[in-house]
Each structure stands twice: as structure tokens, then as C-alpha cells.
């Protein structure tokens, strides 16, 4: 028995022992990390206090118990990993409803106690470990002085992580997210103990070519458009792979990675529902009050036009107006509306609707205001204005796609394949203001718009789908009053034989049947350019052309890196919207296939466009220079001058573009002390090959210059990013309502050829002119949908940030610490100011006609920041530049 219990209690003591062997490492380990431990004094530790603000929304819960935060050191390294030391966990606490300018916020606190010498933190670690996802918009790290740990000083430091994010929970992610500070470096002036996390962050950024994507990931790579079309429904849903090859070269889009469809291998599957959650990546969807806000407006287009779409067949109208009067009436006017009909097609929709989208289409229908359309601008003041040769001119330079018109060089013009146009001096040499054809160019009077050459290849397959769409040419004289007067209008189609051509002119006219055939002739101009203003003008030099650039940025550019930090504004929301885009817009059947005249070669068109498209020409001297509308002048801000001097959109852009190379130009000589640390820049380096190899990688060698190896090319193509990121986008963008808005102004497809004189059809004309036309016109059904879709697209977003500023309500700091990069973004701010006051003085100069024109729509849509002159800055402004491609 004694022998037992000596060993009995040998046995618990070799235990015994073993479990302070045990709880000494422990001891020391957490020693190590900073967490005090019984017997230690840890009286020295510094205390890191954290605000954590995360966007509060009625369906998205926001983080709970067992979320955790943890820093890394910016100057302490841990020698195991070799990266920053890294500190204890610490749970979100003290939630409180806030609110970060007009958005509504929920503000957490956390505690850190961190080793002796840890030093500010570098980069944080957020883990959701909870159910849900969340929007994490920021932390802000307080660290108390302890005189030691190098870069905080004694007396502390705060430390500012810029998030704007979706958090996905841990168990779908399998790893934590990490941020850095708004301190910015150079690769080469990275701290160590953020080297590997800086690297290691960017190979998970690029990640694999393999698999679908899920929400949660955050991976960026480059697929072709494959996902346009959806022949699983038939033939006619059959579209060709944009991008890859050199019969359909196409900037890139964002690889989402879904099954190739089983009819043809090569298209993505796309999915039966109406799918507004395409993969987008966590960093690029909208947070929950732009999500809010952009189902809201949907919602409110979508009953703009179903309600007078049922009421019209419960009344038994025909397909098209009657008149001018009933588009008016049906469209614009107040009225109560039919709520069982509003219900019914709420309901209707929840067929086609997820179950958590749904939710939110429900509380927006709640909310719409009106179920009728407010009134277009351009039929405000005077209803028939649109329809003045002076109105129709001067939407050539203010209007939503001042971006065509060129300077006529020689006459008659030519087209590409050496053809000259039908249009003879007899044509217009009466109608020149007493001046001879020769006179009129070598004064620089004659402009043309021209929608030719683009177009012909296409009419006869554009036309066979059951469009009566013509090729035009526009001439226009410029008078002494600074205005545009129409000249001729040429109208064509494709003959019988290879590069043969039917074409008819058309002469201004005020009266008769001569008048009649004149206004039906400005309308099949305005199809045209219409077509090109959403496809090519808007869409392909905006939103697509600006894609590459996003995705190249992420995979190769640290959020660290200078030239990252200044574009993060300028990319915001993009990749969403464009998403969006091609689930319901460019899609085959969608919205822009309906309504463009070029029906279901809309998007290949645009392919054929870009072709020919340059970096370098988005710049806008270089455009108006190519354009003919210019001349360089070195002793101008902008090195041009303007040969329409009353043109408002080039006036107002090049001030605006002035005050963006100014500050661009600015920041990087701020980074770059010499063009050799511009060429030194390894992920400079990488970022630029990859846009011009991959990202626009079908365009020919030389089509995305300059090489980016000194400080004066790298300011030139940033300030051309930025450029049609904001301003570019906004001028094509955010007046489309107002012009677009009233159908018969920028009617969007004709459902008649103009009669040959003789026919029946011309006396149908003859007999009842404006009958004609709205026979010409859009039937009521597509009419209705192109407005729906302009007014969400026009709409500014409650939370815009706009051109000069970083974020609504903040204080600049929070997007950098670096003190003279404020001061530097303040001057800009200070300009974009000044910029507001000149396009206000040009506005209020009765000189100026073209500023306001017949339908009296003053220009400002070059108007930096919507709400500066005291004005709502939400909803159809007309004016403001956000920073990025966004509706």
C-alpha cells in the first residue's frame, strides 16, 4: 500500500508539474503579446483606443460579439513571421447610433493594450466572426504616448484606416481582411514590417483564373464581354464575344467566372432572375445607403413606366402618341395615378426578384413620391423650342453629347473609303451669310456632325430587324453671333453594289411640306446620335475604357501607393454599376437593344468604334485639337483656343481639366522627386503593362501612350484617368434627362423611312405632318422605357462625393496624414471654386447664347459640386461632377 501511494503521488506531481511548465509558457507568451498576466507590472503599456463607424441599414445587421480588431506595428517586426508585430485581439464594444455626414452610422469602440515599444500601427486586422456581413467604413486608432516604440512620439499618435468595405464573415472567407493607414509610400519606401503584408496583400488580390467567383472574394482579373448574350433562349439571343480577338476588339471587364453555357462553350450562363448581384468585389459594391437610394430610383422609373403602359391598354390606345399633347399629358402631368395598378405590378415583380431584393423594392415603392415623370428641361419654358433649327444646333455643343461635332476641313466631305458625299455647293452656297463655300472654311465657319462611316457597314443588318434607321452628315455654318445654323443634312442608306450609296439631302425650310420633311430629317440626325451618346459616348469611352484601368489598379498598385490613393475616389462604384449594366442594359434583350435604333448590334458597334480609340485623344485639348474646334495656343492655362468661343461644353471643361492637372501635377511631383524614381517604380511599371497589354490589350501598339518614365507623362495620362472618370462621364451623363427626357427631342429609333415624293406614304406626310412624325418616332411602349432608364441614369446619389472633395462630411485628413498633400488638395478645391463662379459668369452673359439657347437650359453640367450654390445636391441636379463613373 505505502509503495502505491508513492507512486499515486508521484504520478501528481509529475502533473503538477507539467501544468506549471505549462502555465510559465503561457505566462511568458502572453507576456510577449501584451496581455498582462497575475504577478507582472505592465504599467508602462501603451493603451491604443480604436472608433470603428460602420453604416446602418434596416437590412443589414451590423458586427457583434464576436467580431475582433488587431494591429499591426509600422515599426516593430516579429522575426517568426517577418512582418509587424502583431497585437491581442479586441472586441467591438459600446455600439451607438451616429451619423457620418447624412448617412446613417453605427460607432463601436475597442481597447488595445499593446507591448512596450510596439509604436503606431501600420495596418489593421478586422476577423467578422459573426453571421452576417457588414459595411466597415472606418478606424480610427488612438495611441497613447509611452516614449519609446519610435514614430508615435511621447505624446501619442492617430492613426486613420479608410475602409469603405463589405465584411464577410470569417467562415466564408477563411481569412481575416486587412487595411493599411492613410500613410502613403512608395514600394520602395515601404517600412519593413509592412513589406510581406504589402506583397501579400496584392498576390491574394490577383489571385487564380479558376472558378466562379463568390460575393465574398476579393479577386481581380480580366475576362472578355462573353456575357452579353444568352443563346440557352434561342438564335436570336446569340451575341459574339467582345474582347480576345481582332474582329471584336473590347476593353476587358471584371472576370466573374460563371459557367460557359451548354449551347455554344464560350458564352457565361446567365441567370433566369432579374440579377442585380453579379460578382462585384467587396471593395466595389455599393454600400447600403447607395444600394438604398439606387432600388429606390429604380423602382420609382419602373412605375414611371409600367402605370402609363397599362393605363394605355386598359383604354385601348394605340402603340404611339397621338400628339405632342398626349406625351405631355400621359407622361408628365400630376395626377394621383391608380394605386391597385401600382400594386399589381409590385407584385409582379416579386416573380422575378430575389427574396432579400424584393424587401427592398417593396419599402421604395412605399416611399416613390410620384408616378408620373417630372418635366424635361427642355420643354419647361417653352414646349416647342426643341423643335428650332437654333436648339437643334446648339445641343451640338451643350447639349448631352457635345462630343461629336468637328470642323470640316474640306468640302464635300469624304468618307473613309474615299467616297465624298452627295451634298453640293448648290446645296448650301445661298445659305452661307454672304459668304463663298472657300471663304466659310478658311475662316473656320463650317462644322459637321458626322454619323457616316461608322454606321454603313451595319445599316442593311440594323434595317432588316425592322428599323428604318439612315447614316447622316450634318453641315453647320457658324454665324457672328457665335450661334450654329444648320446647313444641310444629308441622309443615306446602302445601295445594291460593294461601297454604293442611296442618299438624300435635305435643305432647311420654315414652312409647307419642305418644312414637314426638314424636321423628319433632324430627327433621323438625332437617332443617330443618340445611338452614338449612349453607346460609344457615354458607355464605350467612359464606363468601359475606365474598367481596365480599375482592375489593374487593385492587382498592382498597393492601397499604399501614392498613385492608388489619389484614383481610389475616381473608381468608386464603377465595377458595380457596370455590372449592373451588363446584367440588364447591354444585355441581348435588354434595355438599350429595345431602345437604340441599333437593336441587337448595339454593343458589336461599339466594338467596331473602338478600334480606333486612343488613350492619349481623352484628353480634352487633345480632343478638341483632333476635332478641329481648337488651335494650340501656348499662352492659354490649357496650351489651346477655342474656335467656337460660345462653345459651353469645351469652355467649361478645359477650366475644369486645368484645375485637375494643376493638383495631379502637384501630387506626383510631391511623390517623385525626379523622372528616375517615376521609372523606378516597379508597380508603376507593372500597373501600365498590364493596362496597355491586357486591360485595352486589343487595341495596336502605341494606342495607350505616353510610357509612363517621366513626372510630366505620369501627371498627363492621371490627369486624363481622372478626366473621364469625372468630368467626361459627368457631361455626357447627368443632362440626359433634360434633353432626352421629352422623346420627340432625342428620339432614339424610327419605325418609318421618309417617303419618296409620290408615294402613299408622302401623303400620308403631306396630309398630316406631326401625325407622320410621331408615327416616325418611338412607339409609346419603347418611348416610355427610354425615359425610365434616363432618369435613374441621371440622377445624382444622395451620398455623391463630387470633383474636390474626398467623402460628404468628413474632414480631408481621413484620407491621408501627409499635411501638404492637404494643403495641396485644398488649393484644388479652392480652384474647382473659382471655376463655379466663372461657369455662373458665362451663364449670366447674354452674349453667350449658346449658354441657354430657345429652351432657355442654362449649361452646368460642368458645375463641379451640385450643392455649392445652395441647391439640392440629390436627384436631377443637372449640374455636379461626382469623382467617378457613377449614377
Not at 440557352?232 to 476588339?249: A, C, K, N
Not at 397621338?322 to 405631355?328: E, H, L, V
Not at 409609346?780 to 425615359?787: E, I, P, Q, S
Amino acid at each position: 500500500m505505502q509503495f502505491a501511494l508513492t507512486e499515486k503521488h508521484r504520478s501528481f506531481k509529475l502533473i503538477w508539474m507539467e501544468k506549471q511548465k505549462q502555465k510559465d509558457c503561457w505566462s511568458k507568451f502572453w507576456e510577449y503579446l501584451g496581455r498582462p498576466t497575475a504577478g507582472h507590472d505592465h504599467s508602462e503599456q501603451p493603451v491604443s483606443k480604436a472608433v470603428i463607424v460602420v453604416d446602418r441599414s434596416s437590412t443589414w445587421s451590423g458586427p457583434g460579439k464576436l467580431t475582433t480588431l488587431q494591429l499591426y506595428s509600422v515599426t516593430q517586426i516579429d522575426q517568426n513571421t517577418g512582418k509587424g508585430k502583431l497585437s491581442l485581439e479586441a472586441n467591438l464594444k459600446s455600439p451607438k447610433k451616429t451619423k457620418h455626414g447624412k448617412i446613417p452610422t453605427i460607432t463601436y469602440r475597442a481597447t488595445f493594450k499593446l507591448e512596450a515599444g510596439f509604436g503606431p500601427p501600420g495596418a489593421v486586422v478586422i476577423k467578422n466572426g459573426d453571421r452576417n456581413e457588414f459595411f466597415l467604413r472606418t478606424i480610427t486608432v488612438e495611441v497613447a504616448g509611452n516614449g519609446s516604440g519610435g514614430g508615435g512620439g511621447g505624446g501619442g499618435c492617430r492613426v486613420h484606416f479608410d475602409c469603405r468595405s463589405w465584411i464577410y464573415p470569417v467562415k466564408h472567407t477563411s481569412a481575416d481582411r486587412l487595411f493599411f493607414s492613410t500613410t502613403s509610400y512608395l514600394p520602395s519606401q515601404t517600412p519593413a514590417a509592412l513589406r510581406e503584408l504589402r506583397a501579400e496583400e496584392l498576390r491574394g488580390l490577383r489571385g487564380t483564373s479558376r472558378g466562379e467567383r463568390k460575393k465574398w472574394e476579393r479577386i481581380y482579373d480580366y475576362d472578355c464581354y462573353n456575357d452579353l448574350g444568352d443563346p440557352s433562349r434561342g438564335p436570336e439571343y446569340d451575341r459574339p464575344v467582345l474582347g480576345g480577338s481582332q474582329s471584336y476588339p473590347y476593353p476587358r471587364r471584371l472576370r466573374t467566372g460563371r459557367p460557359l453555357s451548354d449551347t455554344d462553350h464560350r458564352t457565361e450562363t446567365r441567370h433566369k432572375l432579374i440579377n442585380l448581384d453579379f460578382y462585384v468585389p467587396p471593395d466595389e459594391r455599393f454600400s447600403p445607403a447607395k444600394l438604398s437610394e439606387f432600388i429606390s430610383s429604380s423602382v420609382q422609373a419602373v412605375i414611371h413606366f409600367v402605370l402609363p403602359e397599362v393605363k394605355s391598354l386598359f383604354e385601348g390606345n394605340s402603340g404611339h402618341f397621338d400628339s405632342f399633347g398626349q406625351i405631355a399629358g400621359d407622361l408628365y402631368s400630376g395626377g394621383n395615378g391608380s394605386l391597385v395598378l401600382e400594386r399589381i405590378i409590385v407584385e409582379k415583380l416579386k416573380e422575378y426578384l430575389p427574396e432579400d431584393l424584393f424587401k427592398e423594392v417593396l419599402k421604395a415603392s412605399k416611399d416613390a413620391p410620384s408616378i408620373k415623370f417630372p418635366l424635361p428641361q427642355v420643354i419647361a419654358v417653352d414646349q416647342f423650342a426643341w423643335r428650332t433649327d437654333e436648339e437643334f444646333a446648339r445641343e451640338m455643343l451643350a447639349g448631352m453629347n457635345p462630343l461629336v461635332i468637328r470642323r470640316l476641313l474640306a468640302f464635300p466631305p469624304v468618307g473613309k473609303v474615299g467616297r465624298p458625299s452627295s451634298i453640293s455647293p448648290s446645296h448650301i452656297e445661298n445659305n452661307l451669310d454672304g459668304l463663298t463655300i472657300q471663304q466659310a472654311l478658311d475662316e473656320n465657319r463650317i462644322f459637321i456632325l458626322d454619323h457616316h462611316d461608322y454606321l454603313m457597314p451595319y445599316l442593311r443588318r440594323i434595317n432588316a430587324l425592322g428599323q428604318c434607321t439612315y447614316a447622316s452628315r450634318t453641315l453647320l455654318l457658324r454665324r457672328d453671333g457665335g450661334t450654329l445654323k444648320p446647313l444641310v443634312i444629308e441622309l443615306s442608306l446602302p445601295g445594291e453594289g460593294l461601297h454604293t450609296e442611296i442618299n438624300r439631302v435635305f435643305r432647311p425650310a420654315a414652312h409647307g411640306t419642305e418644312a414637314a420633311l426638314w424636321q423628319l430629317a433632324k430627327a433621323h440626325v438625332s437617332i443617330n446620335d443618340s445611338g452614338y451618346h449612349q453607346l460609344i459616348s457615354h458607355w464605350l469611352h467612359t464606363h468601359a475604357a475606365v474598367e481596365p484601368f480599375i482592375i489593374a489598379t487593385r492587382r498592382q498598385l498597393s492601397v499604399m501607393h501614392p498613385v492608388h490613393r489619389l484614383l481610389q475616389p475616381h473608381f468608386k462604384d464603377t465595377l458595380h454599376i457596370n455590372s449592373l449594366a451588363r446584367s440588364v442594359l447591354l444585355n441581348a434583350g435588354g434595355i438599350l437593344e429595345k431602345t437604340m435604333s441599333p437593336a441587337k448590334f448595339a454593343v458589336e458597334l461599339s466594338s467596331a468604334v473602338y478600334h480606333s480609340w486612343r488613350f492619349d485623344d481623352q484628353a480634352l485639348p487633345s480632343d478638341l485639337l483632333n476635332r478641329g474646334v481648337a488651335v494650340e495656343d501656348p499662352s492659354r492655362p490649357a496650351g489651346v483656343r477655342l474656335l467656337l468661343e460660345d462653345y459651353p461644353y469645351a469652355a467649361d471643361g478645359l477650366d475644369v481639366w486645368c484645375a485637375i492637372q494643376s493638383w495631379v501635377s502637384s501630387f506626383c511631383s510631391h511623390f517623385y522627386p525626379s523622372d528616375a524614381a517615376v521609372a523606378g517604380d516597379d508597380e508603376l511599371r507593372a500597373w501600365w503593362t498590364e493596362v496597355r497589354v491586357i486591360g485595352h490589350g486589343d487595341l495596336p501598339a502605341g494606342a495607350l501612350r505616353p510610357q509612363l518614365n517621366t513626372i510630366h507623362s505620369l501627371s498627363l495620362s492621371l490627369t486624363t484617368l481622372i478626366w473621364m472618370a469625372s468630368a467626361l462621364h459627368a457631361a455626357v451623363n447627368f443632362g440626359q434627362y433634360a434633353y432626352a427626357g421629352y422623346p420627340p427631342n432625342r428620339p432614339t429609333s424610327s419605325r418609318r423611312f421618309i417617303p419618296p415624293e409620290g408615294s402613299p406614304e408622302f401623303a400620308d406626310l403631306v396630309s398630316d405632318p406631326d401625325q407622320f412624325f410621331m408615327e416616325t418616332i418611338p412607339d409609346r411602349f419603347t418611348a416610355t422605357l427610354g425615359v425610365a432608364l434616363i432618369e435613374v441614369l441621371s440622377r445624382h446619389a444622395g451620398e455623391e462625393v463630387y470633383l474636390g472633395r474626398r467623402a460628404a462630411g468628413e474632414d480631408d485628413v481621413e484620407w491621408t496624414d501627409d499635411a501638404e498633400v492637404i494643403r495641396m488638395f485644398r488649393e484644388f478645391g479652392e480652384e474647382l471654386r473659382r471655376v463655379e463662379k466663372r461657369i455662373e459668369q458665362r451663364n449670366g452673359n447674354s452674349r453667350l447664347k449658346n449658354r441657354r439657347g430657345p429652351a432657355a437650359v442654362p449649361y452646368t453640367l460642368m458645375f463641379p459640386d451640385s450643392g455649392n450654390d445652395g441647391s439640392s445636391a440629390k436627384g436631377l441636379t443637372g449640374k455636379g461632377i461626382p469623382n467617378s463613373v457613377s449614377i
